[in-house]
């Protein structure tokens, strides 16, 4: 026969054990929210890290006229050394620039007189240009491939 110790039986109430078991379900419930909301997460940022790769893709096609997913002038030598140069961007346009800015990091900013200028980089091809902060200037007019005076 088994033997019991009066110590470790323990006498609850139906109330407290239905209590005990809605506590039990709350926490499983919520630990099912967290897990389904982190699964939610993780799928949004993957989808986002994939909608912004296609966008970058996307914008240095429209760039760089030619690009299919390697920069123009990708070419291996005969000694099997991979030459790589920039892409020729000629648009110089609102629009191009435009997308320039959204596709480009802030490098370096300095003051020069009147002037605050930005070093930009742009993030796939890691060549860079300079822009005027003014608001009052048009995008065009503010934005340029080569150094302002006084850079160095």
Same mark, same amino acid.
């Given at each position: ?20 078991? #809605?506590?039990?379900? +709350? ?8 897990? +389904? ?8 940022? +993957? ?18 006229? #030619?690009?299919? #997913?390697?920069?123009?002038? /990708?070419?291996?030598? /005969? ?66 491939? /080569?150094?302002?005076?006084?850079? /160095?």
């Amino acid at each position: 026969m088994n033997k019991y110790e009066i110590s470790s039986i323990v006498r609850t109430t139906e109330r407290k054990q239905q209590a005990e078991h #809605g506590r039990l379900q +709350e926490v499983q419930a919520e630990n099912r929210k967290k897990a +389904e909301m982190t699964a939610k997460i993780k799928a949004a940022t +993957e989808l986002m890290e994939r909608r912004l790769a296609e966008e970058r893709e996307k914008i240095l096609r429209q760039e760089a006229p #030619g690009y299919g #997913g390697e920069l123009e002038g /990708d070419e291996v030598d /005969d000694d099997g050394v991979e030459d790589r140069t920039e892409p020729q961007l000629e648009d110089n346009g609102e629009e191009a620039w435009q997308r320039r800015m959204k596709c480009s990091v802030i490098a370096t900013v300095r003051d020069l007189g009147n002037a605050k200028w930005e070093e930009r980089q742009l993030m796939d091809s890691k060549r860079r240009f300079y822009h005027n902060v003014d608001p009052c200037l048009i995008l065009s007019d503010a934005t340029s491939w /080569d150094p302002p005076p006084d850079w /160095d």
